[in-house]
T-cell receptor, first 116, second 114 residues
Framework: GAGVSQSPSNKVTEKGKDVELRCDPISGHTALYWYRQSLGQGLEFLIYFQGNSAPDKSGLPSDRFSAERTGGSVSTLTIQRTQQEDSAVYLC??????????????FGPGTRLTVL | GQNIDQPTEMTATEGAIVQINCTYQTSGFNGLFWYQQHAGEAPTFLSYNVLDGLEEKGRFSSFLSRSKGYSYLLLKELQMKDSASYLCAVRALYSGAGSYQLTFGKGTKLSVIP
């Protein structure tokens, strides 16, 4: 597609359940980022994938969060044993090249996660 | 680490000019971005500054002073559709991962009134 897509757009789950969020980056973009945006807060960096390199997981808030990127394209963010504080909008962004400062990130529409 | 400050909210009148300020403290600075985010939508890229000075793009301009850790976004001839949040983001090289990462401010919610 022309832009970054994410699914589902909305997800409501019960506390303690696992959820999977999907991101399809722009074709040919080698860099992929996951962010979390809570109400009234800025975008919080979670994880970064660049080509075949080991991902930068420094932003993941706990070991309940994990992500993978298969075939250098689609990425899945998994949250295990969800907690109410995990409720937020999860945004994915992709970038054409990962190591050049001038390349900007293009964001998907986000997945709004609500944990009851 | 990074620290980015911008006003929480601003209100301006249609047709006017508004300046949204952003101050930052960071090491390894490698550029500053401004994004626009309408309610319920994804952020969209507005501007990028890596050198000191003013970058102009239509009704929007962005200024950077690296020595002062300061940037502003200037919006001219405001329109109702400019009501949105404006996010300041600083890019820095994270030596551990060898990659550039963006750190975002909390955003400035701009309301344009008739």
């Amino acid at each position: 597609g022309a832009g970054v897509s994410q699914s589902p757009s909305n997800k409501v789950t019960e506390k303690g359940k696992d959820v999977e969020l999907r991101c399809d980056p722009i074709s040919g973009h080698t860099a992929l980022y996951w962010y979390r945006q809570s109400l009234g807060q800025g975008l919080e960096f979670l994880i970064y994938f660049q080509g075949n390199s080991a991902p930068d997981k420094s932003g993941l808030p706990s070991d309940r969060f994990s992500a993978e990127r298969t075939g250098g394209s689609v990425s899945t963010l998994t949250i295990q044993r969800t907690q109410q504080e995990d409720s937020a909008v999860y945004l994915c962004a992709s970038r054409r090249r990962g190591d050049t400062a001038a390349d900007t990130q293009y964001f998907g529409p986000g997945t709004r996660l609500t944990v009851l | 680490g990074q620290n980015i400050d911008q006003p929480t909210e601003m209100t301006a009148t249609e047709g006017a000019i508004v300046q949204i300020n952003c101050t930052y403290q960071t090491s390894g600075f490698n550029g500053l971005f401004w994004y626009q985010q309408h309610a319920g939508e994804a952020p969209t890229f507005l501007s990028y500054n890596v050198l000191d000075g003013l970058e102009e793009k239509g009704r929007f301009s962005s200024f950077l002073s690296r020595s002062k850790g300061y940037s502003y976004l200037l919006l001219k001839e405001l329109q109702m559709k400019d009501s949105a949040s404006y996010l300041c983001a600083v890019r820095a090289l994270y030596s551990g991962a060898g990659s550039y990462q963006l750190t975002f401010g909390k955003g400035t919610k701009l309301s344009v009134i008739p």
